[in-house]
């Protein structure tokens, strides 16, 4: 079964194989992890989002969907960009949160990939509950076969660490 760990601090600073992108389906670029992603990585990750949208994806990635870039120059092999939902009150989109996870697996497997990195996908600028956003991500991962050795998930501040912790700590 894979390993569930839990750090405090900057994903782009993560020595992964892969870091996951909270990304917004134009590939092109945000704010949150996005930004981070693609300042720290370089105009090499941005080409390829392009390249991406050139060919495979011309109107996007659609969210729940995950695909790999070059890292350019993060400390890790690949990012692999996937499309969290924005929260709503009315519509219960845990599902497409969920795929984020399932997905984003499933290239790492495809890529090799043994340790993946992520973030606490839609809790930021999407405004998905960190508390039900960390249930979401622990639970899929956990029910999610995987070759993959380690997720370490890569929570920003203490408080988003603490609501992961208790989380695994549950269940
Ligand atoms: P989304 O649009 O999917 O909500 P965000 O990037 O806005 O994505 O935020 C996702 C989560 O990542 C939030 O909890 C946010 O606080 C956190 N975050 C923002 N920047 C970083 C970073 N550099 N490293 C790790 N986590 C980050």
Not at 20 to 49: K, Q, T, W
Not at 87 to 105: G, I, N, T, V
Request: net charge neutral; glycine share 10%; with cysteine.
């Amino acid at each position: 079964m894979v390993r569930i760990t839990l750090v405090q601090g900057d994903i782009t600073a993560e020595h992964a194989d892969a870091v996951v992108n909270a990304a917004n389906s134009s590939l092109l670029g945000g704010g949150g992890v996005d930004g981070a992603i693609h300042r720290r990585g370089g105009p090499e990750i941005l080409e390829a989002c392009r390249a991406l949208r050139a060919s495979h994806y011309g109107s996007g990635l659609p969210t729940g969907r995950a695909v790999a870039t070059t890292a350019g120059r993060l400390p890790a092999r690949w990012v692999i960009h996937t499309v969290g939902p924005v929260w709503s009150r009315e519509e219960d989109r845990s599902a497409l949160l969920a795929s984020c996870y399932r997905e984003s697996l499933r290239v790492a497997d495809e890529l090799g990939a043994r340790t993946v990195a992520f973030p606490a996908i839609s809790t930021g600028i999407y405004g998905w509950p960190m508390d039900d956003g960390a249930r979401i991500a622990i639970e899929t991962v956990r029910a999610t076969k995987t070759a993959v050795e380690e997720v370490r998930f890569v929570l920003f501040d203490d408080a988003a660490y603490r609501t992961f912790a208790t989380q695994l700590a549950s269940a």
